[in-house]
């Protein structure tokens, strides 16, 4: 298990749609208090 940090305080929700087969990119989207989506893509090397 690897902690995947935060998005920011203004961040609502935020939700994985998938992980690639060997675990290293995690791609979702997160929402603000606006209900603003924006597409969020984490890896080890980079972060999100």
């Known amino acids: 298990m690897v902690r995947l ?6 961040t609502v929700n935020s939700y ?9 990119v995690v791609v979702g989207n997160a929402n ?3 209900n603003v989506y924006r ?7 980079t972060g999100m």
């Open 32 to 34: 603000n208090s606006r």
């Open 5 to 10: 940090g935060t998005l920011g305080n203004s």
């Open 16 to 24: 994985v749609q998938a992980v690639s087969a060997d675990g290293n």
């Open 39 to 45: 597409a969020i893509c984490w890896t080890q090397a």
